[in-house]
């Protein structure tokens, strides 16, 4: 770095020091409000237009200064999305769209061995199969959407994914390990972990006594579509 170079790199630090707020890698409060940190936090780039690729009713916007201008997909619908498609396709989603794609994928396939579809399985999209040939995870949803998020993002745009970790056929399964390697293998930057709480676990009503801890918390993966794991200041600022 040159001497002037250097100045100016200095001056960059200290504005950014200016309006520096942290971030805690643990969050106790809602979706939206920790949608809004990050999306205050990681972006090198203009995190808009913001695409949430599993909307459903979008739920995890409520408290998000952001809700009101995010862009809709899901592949069911009744939830009446902006954009009608599968993640693994994302037909007609222009390469290079977006700032931002958001991913809250079905974390539990149907429960047992009642098939039949209940509430809780259609309001959190477990109506998908993930049986014996699935290696009883949900995790073979992830390369394929990955690939089509890395098309449709621009060169380091984030992909903002929320991630809960299960115990199916008496096995704890690590959907959290799963998608970091999936997202480096897919070509992104793994840039954070956040481990979001909730004040109580999910419960289920068919299985009274659990072997496992009962999950009070899912994780937040923060990946960037470049090779840069830090926040890059802008260009025209070095
Ligand atoms: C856990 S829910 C998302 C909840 C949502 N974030 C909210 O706050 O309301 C998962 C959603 O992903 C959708 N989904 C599942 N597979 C999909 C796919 N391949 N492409 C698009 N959407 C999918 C389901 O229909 C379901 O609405």
Known sequence: MTGSNAL???ETQANIAETYRPLSSVWEGSD???????LDFYPSIDPDPILDATYNTGRIWRGSTRAESIVSMDIDPQYEPMIL????TMEGVPDQEYGTVVFDPPHVGPQGRDKSVKRFDVDFGASVECGKEHGWT???L???FLEQAKRVLKPEGLVLAKITDMVNSHRSRWAHCDFMRMAEEAGFT???????VRTGPMQSNKWKVAHHARKRHCFWIVCRNGSCCERRPPANSL
């Open 32 to 38: 939206g409000e920790l949608l809004d940190a990050m």
């Open 190 to 196: 793994v840039c954070d972990l956040i481990i979001k």
């Open 85 to 88: 498609a599968d993640n693994r």
């Open 142 to 144: 992830y390369p394929p």
């Open 138 to 140: 949900l995790s073979y």
């Open 8 to 10: 100016l790199f200095d």
